[in-house]
């Protein structure tokens, strides 16, 4: 089944401790991407991917690293969680342009105390 | 800049009744995608409709259309026969073409009534 996992898909934690969200996709898609979702703002892009070794920073990157050493996978990495970082996560991706539509994870909610 | 802006944070429709989402965007673009997500309360985000700019006619998927206006940077979902399955919160979303990259509104909360 074609699809984009992420994991954990919960995730509760305290400020300072460094953490990973995984995502993978099975589509062979060039595009990834990770968004955030907060109450009131919609989804706003973190950081994204053209292709292996290709990173660039979306709208909110402060605070967030991400790396893309194989086409299937893109972590997002929190060096040190700070509480403002407390949101729901998705993952997405989509083969490259022209195409447009991005197929999304299930998403990981994160709490930072 | 490129924004899109959902002026309805919630509704609510009658089961079976028709309701419509609105949404407006702002580009300088003449090419460009829009999209309507439902996010459900599993939090997937599902895509339900899309629509190419250069396409005067209105997407339709089932139960589900859009009015697109281009002239008035519009881009209205219409649900038919509401159903207790379309309660979730719906994304209006713009990516300009050939470019890796899609703006979200901040969302409507659509509640269906029984």
């Known amino acids: 089944e074609a699809q984009v996992t992420q994991n954990p898909r919960y995730l509760i934690t305290v400020t300072g401790k460094k953490l990973t969200v995984t995502c993978s996709q099975n589509m062979n898609h060039e595009y990834m991407s990770w968004y955030r979702q907060d109450p009131g703002l919609g989804l706003r892009q973190i950081y994204y991917s053209m292709n292996v070794e290709v990173t660039d920073k979306g709208d909110v990157p402060e605070g967030y690293k991400v790396s893309r050493k194989e086409k299937r996978n893109f972590p997002l990495i929190l060096e040190s969680p700070s509480p403002n970082q407390t949101s729901l996560y998705f993952c997405?991706?989509?083969?490259?342009?022209?195409?447009?539509?991005?197929?999304f994870g299930p998403g990981t909610r994160l709490t930072v105390l | 800049a490129q924004t899109v802006t959902q002026s309805q944070p919630e509704m609510s429709v009658q089961e079976a009744e028709t309701v419509t989402l609105s949404c407006t965007y702002d580009t300088s673009e003449s090419d460009y995608y829009l999209f309507w997500y439902k996010q459900p309360p599993s939090r997937q985000m599902i895509l339900v409709i899309r629509q190419e700019a250069y396409k005067q006619q209105n997407a339709t998927e089932n139960r589900f259309s859009v009015n697109f206006q281009k002239a008035a940077k519009s881009f209205s979902l219409k649900i038919s026969d509401s159903q207790l399955g379309d309660a979730a919160m719906y994304f209006c979303?713009?990516?300009?073409?050939?470019?890796?990259?899609?703006?979200f509104g901040k969302g409507t909360r659509l509640h269906i009534l029984p």
């Open positions: 979303a713009y990516s300009p073409a050939q470019r890796d990259k899609i703006i």
């Open positions: 997405a991706s989509k083969p490259g342009a022209p195409s447009v539509t991005q197929y």
